[in-house]
């Protein structure tokens, strides 16, 4: 069950609801309660049983399973790609899991990467750098066919987008957060603001350095972390935190 099925059943409920007060009928009354709000309720429960059972067996304790079950009552996918991948999983489960979330990642392994444009996978291209950072394996990163750089201002937790600018702009302007130089205000503010801080007597700031294409990172960047956010404006799949418990079952498998 997920979100999506609670809502039609409660949409589904009121239109019930709806007709029976059009056209009253023992029928439909029945149809209305209890029938209907067993169902809503007994198929999610299944679920919950489910994600309470699976967790139990595998290292959990009573509030993990019992949190768990909750979660998985209301909305079941998230337990299965979020939760249960943070439970004590022997290696056939494992093994399992990895294969099933080709679904998500559209590639064969966790630490591959799925370029949008072409459709093709670069295997090997991902790893953590610490904690549940990851960057890629070499720099530069590119797809093998279309040439498309991975290891970019656009995909990475460093980078600020200008606040004046939008994703659908291919390379919209913005700054690096850990590059920082003296700058003209002329070169990062918008006229108004450069306007004011003129008339304030400021000419300079010491300020990330301005990134004018994303896609295009400066030559002294030497620090990479994959934004998983960043990655889902160009529809790179499975790309936040579910990859990163994916790559720690990959980890734990090799």
């Not at 294969?99 to 990467?113: F, G, N, R, W």
Request: proline share 6%; charged share 20%.
């Amino acid at each position: 069950m997920t979100w999506h099925w609670h809502l039609l059943f409660f949409l589904g409920w009121i239109s019930v609801r709806l007709i029976s007060e059009s056209f009253p009928s023992p029928y439909i009354s029945f149809l209305f309660f209890p029938l209907f709000p067993i169902l809503w309720v007994s198929l999610p429960l299944f679920f919950a049983v489910k994600a309470f059972i699976y967790s139990f067996h595998h290292g959990g304790s009573f509030l993990t399973a019992l949190i768990n079950a909750i979660v998985g009552f209301f909305h079941y996918p998230h337990f299965l790609w979020s939760r249960r991948l943070i439970l004590d999983l022997s290696p056939n489960a494992i093994q399992t899991i990895l294969k099933k979330s080709t679904k998500i990642t559209k590639v064969s392994a966790p630490d591959s990467l799925f370029c949008p444009f072409c459709n093709i996978e670069i295997p090997q291209a991902l790893r953590f750098i610490s904690g549940e950072n990851i960057t890629t394996t070499k720099r530069p990163m590119l797809c093998l066919r279309c040439g498309l750089r991975f290891d970019c201002c656009r995909y990475c937790q460093n980078y600020e987008m200008s606040g004046n600018q939008s994703w659908m702009f291919e390379n919209s302007r913005g700054k690096c957060k850990v590059i920082k130089e003296v700058q003209n205000i002329d070169s990062f503010c918008d006229p108004s603001m450069a306007k004011r801080l003129h008339d304030m007597g400021w000419d300079s700031l010491y300020t990330g350095l301005s990134i004018p294409d994303n896609f295009t990172p400066p030559d002294r960047c030497r620090q990479f972390i994959l934004d998983g956010e960043k990655t889902k404006i160009d529809h790179i799949p499975g790309m936040g935190k579910i990859r990163i418990r994916l790559m720690k079952l990959q980890k734990k498998q090799d």
